[in-house]
T-cell receptor, first 119, second 111 residues
């Protein structure tokens, strides 16, 4: 099946620094990618929808100036957590829709996730 | 009320048992339905799509009742390797494509 990669898989940083996470679709072109965050023992929460060539759409309560999303190509979306704080520590997962199926039954493929720890 | 509701469990069952998970969704505009499996500290992986006609994949059977907005997953002859969190997932395309995740049901299968 389709593969989505994420890099880095794990990052530990000091409070106040910025962290960039990359999400790549390896064998298909994804016009839309999604960024999720998952806190321990909780479900995935959609943060934003990343659209190639246009601005990302953020969910309510997600600060667009703090979580910068760039979808520069059909295979790459990046999420930058700016001025990270300990409360931003979480598991960040991206996904990409494989448009091969078409419509609402498109399969979403998830990246392996990035575990961010902010000290 | 959450848009996709699941029994959080955990379900503790012995090997060989049959276990059923339920899920309800509140938005009648929901279009497609899935069960995903998520292992601890890993990303979700698609287990199966759920159709109104029902579908079966080996030991796994999924059912969808659009009238009652209810989705189920049945696992027969549980294996130790089935231990995971099972996520009920719904797609809708109202005001843009969106995927909604249930909080997941935790399953422990014990020898």
């Amino acid at each position: 099946g389709a593969v989505v990669s994420q890099h880095p898989s794990r990052v530990i940083c000091k409070s106040g620094t910025s962290v960039k996470i990359e999400c790549r679709s390896l064998d298909f072109q994804a016009t839309t990618m999604f960024w999720y965050r998952q806190f321990p023992k909780q479900s995935l929460m959609l943060m934003a929808t990343s659209n190639e060539g246009s601005k990302a759409t953020y969910e309510q309560g997600v600060e667009k100036d703090k979580f910068l999303i760039n979808h520069a190509s059909l295979t790459l979306s990046t999420l930058t957590v700016t001025s990270a704080h300990p409360e931003d520590s979480s598991f960040y997962i991206c996904s990409a829709r494989d448009p091969a199926s078409g419509g609402a039954w498109d399969t979403q493929y998830f990246g392996p996730g990035t575990r961010l720890t902010v000290l | 009320r959450k848009e996709v509701e699941q029994d959080p469990g955990p379900f503790n069952v012995p090997e060989g048992a049959t276990v059923a998970f339920n899920c309800t969704y509140s938005n009648s505009a929901s279009q497609s339905f899935f069960w995903y499996r998520q292992d601890c500290r890993k990303e979700p992986k698609l287990l199966m799509s759920v159709y109104s006609s029902g579908n079966e994949d080996g030991r796994f059977t999924a059912q969808l009742n659009r009238a009652s907005q209810y989705i189920s997953l049945l696992i027969r002859d549980s294996k130790l390797s089935d231990s995971a969190t099972y996520l009920c997932v719904v797609n809708r395309n109202t005001g843009g494509f969106k995927t909604i995740f249930g909080a997941g049901t935790r399953l422990f299968v014990k020898a």
